[in-house]
C-alpha cells in the first residue's frame, strides 16, 4: 500500500510539473470566444534555447503560403515549417529575450512568453513594439 501511494504521488507531481512547462504543442488561437484554432506550434528546446515551430495549419487551403513580406532567410519561405519563436531563455517563472515572428506582415517582435499562473495550459505570449505590447494567450494542445 505504501509502494501505491509513492507511485501515485510521483505520477501526479511530474503531472503537475509538465503542466508548468513552455515545452510541447500550442493553439494558436483565431477566436477566443468560439475555441476556434488558427494552428499549432510546437515549443522546444534546442541547444538551451527554446524555440517554436509552427507545425499545422488549420486552413488546409493556406499550408503552401509563402512569408513573402519577411526578411532575410525566411523571404518566400513556406509558412508551415517556420521557427516562429526564437532564443528564449529562461529567466525564473518566464522566458525572455525572444523573438516572435508574425508570418502575415513578416514582421520580428521582441518577445517574452510564460506560463498563465491561473490557468496552466494557457501560454502567455507577449510582443513589444517599443513601450507598447500585445498578448495572445495560446492553449495547451492536450492529446
Not at 493556406?62 to 521557427?83: D, M, P, Q, V, W
Amino acid at each position: 500500500m505504501k509502494y501505491l501511494f509513492l507511485t501515485f504521488t510521483c505520477l501526479f507531481l511530474s503531472q503537475i510539473s509538465l503542466g508548468q512547462s513552455v515545452l510541447g504543442k500550442w493553439k494558436v488561437m483565431k477566436d477566443e470566444e468560439t475555441g476556434e484554432v488558427r494552428s499549432i506550434i510546437n515549443i522546444y528546446e534546442d541547444e538551451g534555447k527554446v524555440n517554436g515551430e509552427l507545425i499545422e495549419i488549420m486552413d488546409k487551403s493556406k499550408e503552401n503560403n509563402l512569408c513573402s513580406n519577411c526578411e532575410g532567410e525566411n523571404k518566400n519561405k513556406r509558412i508551415l515549417g517556420l521557427i516562429l519563436l526564437k532564443d528564449f531563455e529562461k529567466d525564473q517563472d518566464e522566458y525572455v529575450d525572444g523573438t516572435v515572428l508574425n508570418p502575415n506582415d513578416g514582421k520580428i517582435y521582441k518577445s517574452k512568453i510564460w506560463i498563465d499562473q491561473d490557468h496552466p495550459n494557457v501560454l502567455n505570449v507577449r510582443g513589444y513594439i517599443g513601450i507598447f505590447y500585445k498578448t495572445m494567450k495560446w492553449r495547451r494542445l492536450l492529446e
